[in-house]
């Protein structure tokens, strides 16, 4: 970032009281809701987060501390303290490097695709992991979902020009007749920008951060954004994606893919030019030209 933020007092008087005295770098990420500090202590290192909200904040300790324990150690943060209060998450590392920091051969992006489906295949779990109430809350994001067309284009006014508003409206109404998906718990923000890679083991070790959108859903949400980004002219990354993963899509899973891409591509575009992320609009925009539909 250009401009670095000390850590609030308050804040830095919490996690004093966990590791003992500290001393901090400001690490968010360039958006305005991004307040990460990397901690150094006697000991060691640990990151304090401020979620944006108290969904984001709840969201995220439920997925750290009910889910998170029963992956493989090292490949995401042990949560080391939550205050509500603040909304604020004490974590540990991830050993590993930034995977956007890597070079990486044609191989070596497929082998790092297979690491990622299989975690996430991990992470997801089965059906019989969710409560009731999670495949409630499942069905009640697939529904939103459908039902955000309008709220989206409404939001991005004339940044949207009426073929990809038709492209959209369209996609939004074929969501309606898809049938029933595979539920998950899913991580919710699960890109290569969250992705770390550990080559200092015996074996190659995967893992990701930021769970502040994890929640139960349809299992296919969680691929819209490789499907809009990496795996756009890669084929060979998504069949590597599913061969770690352990299975395709269904027939229902491909057609929501198509319609959750073109809703995802609408909300890029309407928060991405006000906020000057042009890396998502353009993603939004290439995505809309993909899925172009005829004009009614």
Not at 11 to 25: A, F, H, M, N, Y
Request: one cysteine or more; a negative charge.
């Amino acid at each position: 970032m250009s401009v670095t933020t000390p850590i609030p007092a308050a804040l830095l008087e919490w996690v004093q009281s966990i590791v003992g005295p500290v001393s901090e770098r400001d690490v968010s990420h360039d958006r305005p809701n991004s307040r990460v500090w990397e901690l150094t202590y006697g000991t060691g290192r640990a990151f304090v987060k401020l979620s944006p909200n108290p969904t984001s904040f709840a969201r995220e300790t439920r997925a750290l501390r009910e889910v998170a324990p029963g992956l493989e150690p090292g490949t995401v943060p042990v949560l080391r303290g939550a205050d509500a209060h603040q909304q604020a998450l004490l974590l540990s590392p991830v050993p590993g490097r930034p995977v956007k920091s890597l070079s990486l051969t044609p191989g070596g992006e497929r082998a790092l695709h297979r690491h990622a489906g299989g975690w996430l295949r991990r992470f997801h779990g089965g059906p019989g992991d969710l409560s009731v109430q999670d495949h409630k809350d499942a069905a009640a994001e697939i529904a939103r979902a459908a039902s955000g067309a309008d709220r989206h284009l409404e939001r991005a006014g004339d940044l949207i020009s009426a073929q990809e508003q038709q492209t959209v409206r369209w996609h939004a109404a074929e969501f309606s007749h898809v049938g029933p998906l595979p539920a998950a718990y899913v991580h919710g923000d699960f890109q290569p920008r969250n992705w770390l890679l550990d080559t200092d083991r015996a074996s190659t070790t995967f893992g990701t951060v930021d769970f502040e959108r994890a929640r139960p859903h349809a299992a296919v949400a969680d691929v819209v954004l490789l499907a809009c980004g990496p795996w756009v002219g890669r084929p060979d990354l998504e069949r590597a994606f599913w061969d770690g993963y352990g299975r395709g899509l269904t027939g229902e899973e491909e057609r929501a893919l198509r319609c959750l891409s073109a809703l995802d591509a609408a909300s890029a575009i309407a928060w991405g030019v006000p906020g000057g992320d042009q890396e998502i609009v353009e993603r939004g925009r290439a995505t809309l030209a993909r899925l172009e539909v005829p004009a009614a």
